[in-house]
């Protein structure tokens, strides 16, 4: 596997998968729990395959945390690799891993949130 694969691919990947469990699951139980019933019947009317990936909340849910979980063994384990000797590449490698350190934190804050309100939310605030 290449470096840039390690470094960049995966975390925009997981980026993705855990935006996709907000979009699925998170922002319909949200609009529920506030209440907003006829904004989550205008959201669906105007995507109708919301509601066919919310039958799908199990499989999206464990999909998005298994790329995080890759995801961020891929970066743990790439954190000693060494960049090129060129100095203008060697910084590109760093910034680089930098920002993808930055891309699974926020992928990990996403999922998080929709974890909160797809499982929970409706628990804690009714």
Same mark, same amino acid.
């Not at 319909?28 to 209440?35: I, Q, R, S």
């Not at 999206?60 to 790439?78: E, V």
């Not at 992928?107 to 949130?113: A, H, L």
């Given at each position: 596997?290449?470096?840039?694969?390690?470094?960049?691919?995966?975390?925009?990947?997981?980026?993705?998968?855990? $935006?996709?469990? @907000?979009?699925?699951?998170?922002?319909?139980?949200?609009?529920?729990?506030? &209440?907003? !019933? /006829?904004? =989550? #019947?205008?959201?669906?009317?105007? $995507?109708?395959? @919301?509601?066919?990936?919310?039958?799908?909340?199990?499989?999206?849910?464990? &999909?998005? !945390? /298994?790329? =995080? #979980?890759?995801?961020?063994?891929?970066?743990?384990?790439?954190?000693?690799?060494?960049?090129?000797?060129?100095?203008?590449?060697?910084?590109?490698?760093?910034? =680089?891993?930098?920002?993808?350190?930055?891309?699974?934190?926020?992928?990990?804050?996403?999922?998080?949130?929709?974890?909160?309100?797809?499982?929970?939310?409706?628990? =804690?605030?009714?």
């Amino acid at each position: 596997m290449s470096d840039l694969y390690k470094q960049s691919i995966l975390p925009f990947i997981s980026l993705f998968t855990s $935006a996709g469990t @907000l979009i699925c699951c998170a922002l319909p139980a949200l609009f529920v729990t506030l &209440g907003m !019933g /006829a904004t =989550l #019947a205008g959201l669906v009317s105007a $995507a109708p395959w @919301l509601s066919v990936l919310t039958d799908y909340k199990e499989y999206i849910f464990i &999909g998005a !945390g /298994a790329m =995080l #979980a890759l995801s961020t063994f891929m970066q743990w384990r790439a954190r000693n690799a060494p960049c090129p000797a060129d100095p203008v590449k060697a910084k590109a490698c760093m910034r =680089l891993r930098k920002i993808s350190w930055v891309i699974l934190g926020v992928s990990i804050v996403i999922y998080s949130i929709g974890t909160f309100f797809a499982y929970f939310a409706a628990d =804690l605030l009714l």
